[in-house]
T-cell receptor, first 112, second 109 residues
Framework: DGGITQSPKYLFRKEGQNVTLSCEQN?????MYWYRQDPGQGLRLIYY???????QKGDIAEGYSVSREKKESFPLTVTSAQKNPTAFYLC???????????FGPGTRLLVL | GQQVMQIPQYQHVQEGEDFTTYCNSS?????IQWYKQRPGGHPVFLIQ?????EVKKQKRLTFQFGEAKKNSSLHITATQTTDVGTYFC?????????FGAGTQVVVTP
C-alpha cells in the first residue's frame, strides 16, 4: 500500500521544547516537502529536498530544521526558536520538483 | 512570492447552483495543476492542464486552461455538499511548484 505517512496526527508541545515531526514515503519519490498551514490559509513552504542529503529553505524556514538521510524519510524539527509553531504541518513528495505532489495526512501541532 | 492569484478567496454556494473559481497569472504558465483539500484533510491532486485552451472534465467539474496560458478556471455544476473544501491551483515556478492561496468553498444545503 503505497503512500505518505505522517506521525503523530496530533502533537502537543510545551513552550521552549523542540519537537520532531515524522514523514515517510514509499513512492520512491526523489523530492519531498514540508508545508505549514494556518486556519483558513494557504500552504507555505518551509523546506524542500530534491535528493538525499540535500535540502533547501522555503519561504518560512526560520525556526525549523530538516534532514534527508534516507530517500524515504524527511523529518521536520520545530525548534524553540519558532515563536508561533501552532499550525497544521503537511508533508508531500513528488518524483521531481516540477511534478505532481502527493500529500500526507498532516500533523496538527499545538503549543501549550 | 506566489506566481498565481486565485479568486475569489471565499465562495458561498447554494446546493444545486453552479460556480467558477479562477487562477490568474501575469506571465505565461507552462502548466496548471488543481488540488482539493477537504476540511480537516490534506490536499489531493485533481488534474493537470498543459496545452493552450485545454479543457478537461471530471464528472461535474470542468477545468480550463486559457488560450494565452495565463489563467485557468474550475467550474462546478450542480454543487453538492461533497464539493465543500479549498481548491488550490499550482504551477511550475522557478523550478518547483508554487501554490495559489486557494478558494475556500462553503456549500449551503
Amino acid at each position: 500500500d503505497g503512500g505518505i505517512t505522517q506521525s503523530p496526527k496530533y502533537l502537543f508541545r510545551k513552550e521552549g521544547q523542540n519537537v520532531t515531526l515524522s514523514c515517510e514515503q514509499n513512492l520512491n519519490h526523489d523530492a519531498m516537502y514540508w508545508y505549514r498551514q494556518d486556519p483558513g490559509q494557504g500552504l507555505r513552504l518551509i523546506y524542500y529536498s530534491q535528493i538525499v542529503n540535500d535540502f533547501q529553505k522555503g519561504d518560512i524556514a526560520e525556526g525549523y530544521s530538516v534532514s534527508r538521510e534516507k530517500k524515504e524519510s524527511f523529518p521536520l524539527t520545530v525548534t524553540s526558536a519558532q515563536k508561533n509553531p501552532t499550525a497544521f504541518y503537511l508533508c508531500a513528495s513528488s518524483s521531481g520538483l516540477r511534478e505532481t505532489q502527493y500529500f500526507g495526512p498532516g500533523t496538527r501541532l499545538l503549543v501549550l | 512570492g506566489q506566481q498565481v492569484m486565485q479568486i475569489p478567496q471565499y465562495q458561498h454556494v447554494q446546493e444545486g447552483e453552479d460556480f467558477t473559481t479562477y487562477c490568474n497569472s501575469s506571465t505565461t504558465l507552462s502548466n496548471i495543476q488543481w488540488y482539493k483539500q477537504r476540511p480537516g484533510g490534506h490536499p489531493v491532486f485533481l488534474i493537470q492542464l498543459v496545452k493552450s485552451g485545454e479543457v478537461k472534465k471530471q464528472k461535474r467539474l470542468t477545468f480550463q486552461f486559457g488560450e494565452a496560458k495565463k489563467n485557468s478556471s474550475l467550474h462546478i455544476t450542480a454543487t453538492q455538499t461533497t464539493d465543500v473544501g479549498t481548491y488550490f491551483c499550482s504551477t511550475d515556478s522557478w523550478g518547483k511548484l508554487q501554490f495559489g492561496a486557494g478558494t475556500q468553498v462553503v456549500v449551503t444545503p
